[in-house]
Nanobody, 123 residues
Framework: QVQLVESGGGSVQSGGSLRLSCVASIYTDTPYCMGWFRQAPGKEREGVAGFDSVGTTFYSDSVKGRFTISQDKSKITLYLQMNSLKPEDTAMYYC?????????????????WGQGTQVTVSS
């Protein structure tokens, strides 16, 4: 019983910032991880950033230092603050949940997905 709804995507110029949000309806008492993934046209979906229910964060090397994942105190909304955006960050961004909380960004580890929000960065 998990529902994930992303928002916040848009078009920005290189060097700009965006903040993505993922509103989560989660009905479980067990620990879980949440993550942000992205998929560019013609490319495989890749992990961007992850977050566990006690606040541990992990990032892909391509976004480390530029993106920050966080969660509000109510644990309802997951955020991805994206700074210093580059054209290669252009993709559909997805919020996802791993009910086993494996603390990694493997696409197949995450069984629940949102519908995605588009991010376009122009040079």
């Amino acid at each position: 019983q998990v529902q994930l709804v992303e928002s916040g995507g848009g078009s920005v110029q290189s060097g700009g910032s965006l903040r993505l949000s993922c509103v989560a309806s989660i009905y479980t008492d067990t620990p879980y991880c949440m993550g942000w993934f992205r998929q560019a046209p013609g490319k495989e979906r890749e992990g961007v950033a992850g977050f566990d229910s006690v606040g541990t964060t992990f990032y892909s090397d391509s976004v480390k230092g530029r993106f920050t994942i966080s969660q509000d105190k109510s644990k309802i909304t997951l955020y991805l603050q994206m700074n210093s955006l580059k054209p290669e960050d252009t993709a559909m961004y997805y919020c996802a949940l791993d009910s086993m909380c494996r603390l990694r960004l493997g696409v197949t580890d995450y069984g629940y997905w949102g519908q995605g929000t588009q991010v376009t960065v122009s040079s």
